[in-house]
């Protein structure tokens, strides 16, 4: 098959830019693959009309680096990875921002039309934020693509019951084998001895970080030689220096930044527990978690709805009724414990590599990318305004004072992405 990709790609900072070029690679000897990113995607609309392609996959999460897709999804169809199943903080990013409060409404209205209308003013007016938590805003692409796919069989069929008329298939999220390296903490200025937590990835409050230190606090002020490193960009989480500071901690927590793929490894290497925690959650499939398990680290993870079905021995689980009781609990039967942090470590490890290698989710690509490029596209009707407007109004009002009357221009309901592409069919007649 001819299929065109969209995603971020690297050096972009993101974990699906990483996520896309490991597993294109995998599927390119069955595939012939086109990478759209947000610098090349208006290369896509010549080039399907030149040669159509057999399917359009959108990898498609709450980051402003997938906020483009959207231009395009509703008009070419597909198949849409959902990285994220709660997409609401994308489509407020966006369309607030650009102060399109309308169309705000009404994609709001028809993504949860049994929701109260009057919510939608309560995130115009900028009281958002978690709220969004609870709308998940997925209608306009559960009702326009051929096929839907989430790493997670718990997620998969909370969006069957409510989208009884949508194929969703599950891909089991894949990441590679991940070697330590030696000396990783003497360059982290970390002691041998002393017992190292880490948080991998972007450093936000849904990390749980405030609870973390306090953790860490704790164990240290009860005589742990204990030590937290951050990998990962902490830009974003702008009270880190003030809880530092708070919990007096600025000697005890190493912060990294954002790393390199190929210095990934030294640093899981550098940690004896990885703290992969989350909330709220958006149902997201957490690679960095399973990197640390093919790092064979031992790990620490919220306890999840969506996460029910992994084996108690894989991951020691945080009780989030109880959060900062139970985190700390568990840090502390980890620090104490090496024989324990080994037999998670192990088990982690066995998990990963039954369930969530590179191989495993390109098998499941190559059975869904077939399914996806058989199914129809769906006849999506009602849908807002600002996904099938055709933005040709103001042109034909003007040519008509002319008493021009532009025949390409008639053609209503076919998106102006489709217009870029077909100059040569302009037809301009009195």
């Known amino acids: 098959m001819r299929i065109a990709w969209f995603s971020p790609l690297p050096p972009i900072r993101s974990g699906i830019a990483a996520y896309t070029a490991e597993v294109v690679p995998l599927l390119s000897a069955q595939h012939a ?22 399917l359009v996959v959108y990898q498609l999460g709450n980051a402003p680096c997938h906020d483009y897709m ?6 070419y169809p597909g198949l849409v990875v959902l990285h994220d199943a709660r997409l609401h903080h994308a489509r407020a990013r966006r369309l607030l921002h650009e102060r399109r409060f309308d169309d705000y409404r009404r994609e709001f209205a028809y993504d949860h039309p049994d929701a109260r209308a009057d919510f939608a003013e309560y995130a115009v ?39 009884p008329r949508v194929a969703i298939e599950v891909i089991r999220m894949g990441v590679p084998a991940i070697q330590g390296r030696a000396g990783a903490r003497r360059a982290l200025s970390l002691p041998d001895q002393a017992v190292v937590f880490a948080a991998f990835g972007k450093v936000t409050a849904e990390k749980r970080i405030s609870s973390i230190l306090r953790a860490l606090a704790a164990l240290v002020a009860s005589g742990r030689d204990a030590y937290l490193l951050l990998v990962g960009d902490a830009d974003d989480y702008d009270r880190l220096a003030k809880e530092l500071a708070q919990f007096r901690l600025n ?24 703290l992969c925690l989350r909330w709220p959650t958006t149902q997201e499939t957490s690679a960095s978690w399973l990197r640390c398990l093919a790092a064979s680290r031992a790990t620490v993870i919220s306890d999840l709805a969506h996460l029910v079905d992994v084996p108690a021995a894989v991951t020691v689980r945080v009780d989030l009724v109880d959060e900062d009781r139970a985190l700390q609990a568990a840090m502390e039967r ?16 066995a998990y990963w590599s039954t369930h969530h290698t590179l191989d495993a989710m390109a098998e499941d690509y190559r059975r869904v990318l077939t399914l996806a490029a058989a199914r129809p596209a769906p006849a999506a009707t009602g849908l807002p305004p600002h996904f099938t407007a055709d933005f040709t109004a103001p042109a034909r009002e003007i040519a008509a004072r002319f008493g021009l009357h532009v025949h390409l221009l008639e053609r209503h309901g076919v998106n102006v ?14």
């Open 33 to 54: 693959i086109d990478c759209f990113d947000e610098s090349a995607a208006h290369d896509f609309v010549w080039k399907a009309r030149r040669d159509p392609y057999d």
């Open 70 to 75: 959207w231009a395009y999804l509703v008009t």
């Open 125 to 163: 007016e900028g009281l958002g934020g978690p709220i969004y938590y609870f709308w998940s805003m997925l209608r306009v692409v559960t009702q326009t693509a051929r096929t839907v796919a989430v790493h997670n069989p718990r997620v998969a069929e909370e969006l069957r019951a409510e989208h």
């Open 251 to 274: 000697d005890r927590v190493r912060v990294t930044g954002h790393v390199a793929d190929h210095v990934i490894g030294a640093h899981l290497a550098a940690a004896d527990v990885w």
């Open 334 to 349: 980890l620090a104490d414990d090496r024989e324990l942090r080994d037999r998670t470590a192990r088990a982690g490890h």
């Open 417 to 430: 992405a489709k217009f870029r592409i077909q100059n040569s069919e302009f037809g301009i007649r009195r």
